[in-house]
């Protein structure tokens, strides 16, 4: 006969009244029938009682932390939910599906023993952190929690020193720095007022037309206004509101967005959507183009973006149907009047859905039928039809740049043809800037327009820029690519939006160092071609940031240091809203972030 489990056994079991009656029918099986009734029910009623007493004692640990931590705890959150919070506030790193682990050292076995004389301490030395998986972004493989922060990481476990086992005095131990100090932290207080926007979920507004998780939404924003947040950026997009038939549109739910941003006394930036959501870095819903449009794209797979090897990327349009009627009498551009947005500038070069991984350099997506045909006229206008050919010899979505006989140094890119082929790869970016800007011109009359142009800073240290070339921007070590696009923005009186103003070079090479990347050195080109040709510039961070460090990168970029004009950012927006940006240690950084953006003097500089 097995014997009944006693109080303490059932309390580690952790057993919950649902649960109850499955567990003591294993038990009662057990027993011998003699009152085991009786013993099954008392046993059952104190299991119930010891449940009240736990869920008692959780309501008060959550009220406590709610009242004088300033824990974002919902008010039904439960105990896994408490764990997770104040292991987050120790430093440790809380992944959602619960797998934790501390922020640093962690990866790295302990030390063996050492003895030390007693008159010695050993210091404290700390490790660098886990390298991330290859084909993760940089930035977005750091645990957040590996910040160099001493406010958010627990104190770094003590690992003897094998040099301390020696006999020395304690005066002739010297320990050298191990890290360097944090260099100090530019006063703000005084400069530019720089707005902060934030960016909402992709998915805020479902296919429905409904607001997802509107109250939760509405606290969260209200919290953003108390921080000095001054507005949100809502992504409309097009498979949401045109989704079945042509010019049939619906636009509910935004209404319904729109109207909270506005009681709530917010601004608001609108990123009318083209392009499909899912499938690249930071996606996490999936929204795809109208389902009227796929239906066209199954007849006619050329109105898509092709590669070399004949696969469809079915994000966005290709831009070679900018003036073909394809689309049930319409052309592309005509769509995108009827739908007007503010758009994305780049080709769709690195799909993840193609196998793309960091730090690749993409492809050329010129190979649909429209761009061919395109390519043809140029090279015949030329005089060189042979030149009707796209690179054969620029590797694939994964290569490196010297591997290939296109990219490499010295390669066919900087070749007679390689010079007609990129000049015209990136006409066709910039043409269609110019016929989308004019017609957004002519749609949003009196309202300011911005282009968003990607930040694809690996490969800016090589001598080709392999990753920025098959994007579109022909920005080679000998080429400034970026004072084109400037100059068709300042034609139709449109801002600059760029990315990776948060990216530390440093950072980049310390993680990738094969990857040659720069963000640092592109932002400073990409901002000073957009000032010299007098348009205004705005930027947002390409990965979610939380840390001081990228914090202050991002405040140098926006208020450049001994600029002789005093340039700065016509505004900022921060990607992007989520429950993570609202724990306690990630937001008070964020609301010293926006204090500093906004001019304001903050206490605790790092002198």
Same mark, same amino acid.
């Given at each position: 006969m097995q014997q009944q489990p006693c109080e303490d056994e059932d309390d580690e079991m952790g057993v919950k009244e649902e649960e109850?009656?499955?567990?003591?029918?294993?038990?009662?099986?057990? @027993?011998?029938?003699?009152?085991?009734?009786?013993?099954?029910?008392?046993?059952?009623?104190?299991?119930?009682?010891?449940?009240?007493?736990?869920?008692?004692?959780?309501?008060?640990?959550? #009220? %406590?932390?709610?009242?004088?931590?300033?824990?974002?705890?919902?008010?039904? *959150?439960?105990?896994?939910?408490?764990?997770? *919070?104040?292991?987050?506030?120790?430093?440790?790193?809380?992944?959602?599906?619960?797998?934790?682990?501390?922020?640093?050292?962690?990866?790295?076995?302990?030390?063996?023993?050492?003895? !030390?004389?007693?008159?010695?301490? #050993?210091?404290?030395?700390?490790?660098?952190?886990?390298?991330?998986?290859?084909?993760?972004?940089?930035?977005?493989?750091?645990?957040?929690?590996?910040?160099?922060?001493?406010?958010?990481?627990?104190?770094?476990?003590?690992?003897?020193?094998? /040099?301390?086992?020696?006999?020395?005095?304690?005066?002739?131990?010297?320990?050298?720095d191990l890290l360097?100090?944090?260099?100090?932290?530019?006063?703000?207080?005084?400069?530019?007022?720089?707005? !902060?926007?934030?960016?909402?979920?992709?998915?805020? !507004?479902?296919?429905?037309?409904?607001?997802?998780? #509107?109250?939760?939404?509405?606290?969260? /924003?209200?919290?953003?206004?108390?921080?000095?947040?001054?507005?949100?950026?809502?992504?409309?997009?097009? %498979?949401?509101?045109?989704?079945?038939?042509? @010019?049939?549109?619906?636009?509910?739910?935004?209404?319904?967005?729109?109207?909270?941003?506005?009681?709530?006394?917010?601004? /608001?930036?609108?990123?009318?959507?083209?392009?499909?959501?899912?499938g690249n870095v930071g996606d996490d819903v999936s929204i795809p183009l109208p389902?009227?449009?796929t239906e066209i794209g199954r007849s006619n797979p050329d109105i898509y973006f092709t590669d070399r090897a004949g696969r469809r990327n079915t994000e966005c349009l290709s831009w070679g149907i900018d003036k073909q009627r394809v689309l049930q009498g319409r052309t592309a551009v005509e769509v995108y009047f009827d739908y007007m947005r503010s758009f994305r500038l780049r080709y769709p070069s690195y799909p993840a859905k193609h196998g793309w991984k960091?730090?690749?350099?993409?492809?050329?997506?010129?190979?649909?039928?429209?761009?061919?045909?395109?390519?043809?006229?140029? *090279?015949? #206008?030329?005089?060189?039809?042979?030149?009707?050919?796209?690179?054969?010899? *620029?590797?694939?979505?994964?290569?490196?740049?010297?591997?290939t006989g296109f990219f490499c140094d010295g390669g066919d890119y900087d070749s007679y043809y390689g010079r007609f082929f990129l000049n015209w790869y990136s006409q066709v970016l910039v043409d269609h800037a110019d016929r989308v800007l004019m017609l957004a011109r002519l749609a949003f009359e009196g309202s300011n327009i911005a282009v968003k142009v990607s930040g694809v800073h690996w490969w800016y240290k090589t001598a080709s820029h392999a990753a920025e070339l098959t994007a579109g921007f022909y920005n080679p070590c000998n080429r400034d690519g970026y004072a084109p696009i400037a100059d068709v923005l300042k034609k139709h009186g449109a801002a600059l939006n760029f990315t990776c103003v948060e990216l530390r070079t440093m950072d980049?090479?310390?993680?990738?160092?094969?990857?040659?990347?720069?963000?640092?050195?592109?932002?400073?080109? !990409?901002?000073? =071609?957009?000032?010299? =040709?007098?348009?205004?510039?705005?930027?947002?961070?390409?990965?979610?940031?939380?840390?001081r460090d990228g914090f202050n990168k991002i405040l140098e970029n926006a208020k450049p240091l001994h600029d002789p004009d005093g340039r700065y950012l016509l505004g900022f927006t921060y990607l992007r809203l989520s429950k993570i940006l609202f724990e306690r240690a990630n937001f008070l950084e964020f609301e010293r972030f926006v204090k500093r953006m906004h001019g304001e003097a903050v206490l605790d500089l790092q002198e």
């Open positions: 109850d009656d499955d567990y003591y029918l294993v038990e009662e099986q057990q @027993q011998p029938a003699v009152g085991r009734r009786g013993r099954a029910r008392e046993e059952k009623e104190r299991t119930k009682l010891r449940e009240r007493q736990r869920r008692a004692i959780t309501a008060r640990i959550l #009220a %406590g932390l709610r009242r004088h931590g300033n824990y974002n705890l919902r008010v039904r *959150a439960d105990i896994n939910e408490v764990i997770a *919070a104040l292991a987050r506030e120790a430093g440790w790193v809380v992944l959602p599906d619960g797998t934790t682990f501390p922020s640093c050292a962690a990866s790295q076995p302990q030390s063996q023993s050492v003895s !030390v004389r007693p008159s010695i301490a #050993a210091p404290p030395l700390s490790s660098s952190p886990v390298p991330p998986l290859r084909g993760i972004s940089p930035v977005a493989a750091r645990p957040i929690s590996s910040l160099r922060s001493s406010s958010l990481l627990s104190p770094p476990r003590a690992v003897p020193d094998p /040099l301390l086992s020696l006999p020395m005095e304690p005066q002739e131990l010297q320990v050298p360097p100090p944090r260099p100090p932290e530019r006063d703000f207080a005084g400069t530019p007022y720089v707005p !902060v926007y934030v960016m909402l979920p992709l998915g805020v !507004v479902s296919g429905n037309g409904e607001v997802v998780d #509107a109250d939760d939404l509405v606290c969260q /924003l209200r919290v953003l206004k108390a921080a000095g947040v001054d507005g949100v950026m809502v992504d409309c997009w097009w %498979g949401n509101v045109e989704p079945h038939r042509p @010019q049939e549109y619906n636009w509910t739910g935004y209404k319904k967005l729109f109207h909270i941003i506005r009681e709530l006394k917010l601004k /608001l930036q609108v990123v009318m959507s083209f392009h499909e959501c899912g389902h009227w449009v960091y730090p690749g350099i993409g492809e050329f997506q010129c190979y649909d039928r429209y761009l061919q045909k395109s390519l043809r006229r140029a *090279a015949e #206008a030329r005089g060189h039809p042979i030149w009707a050919r796209a690179p054969d010899n *620029a590797g694939h979505y994964n290569s490196e740049p010297n591997l980049q090479q310390e993680v990738f160092p094969e990857a040659f990347a720069d963000p640092e050195g592109l932002v400073w080109q !990409v901002l000073n =071609a957009a000032w010299d =040709a007098g348009i205004p510039v705005a930027s947002e961070n390409a990965l979610p940031c939380y840390d």
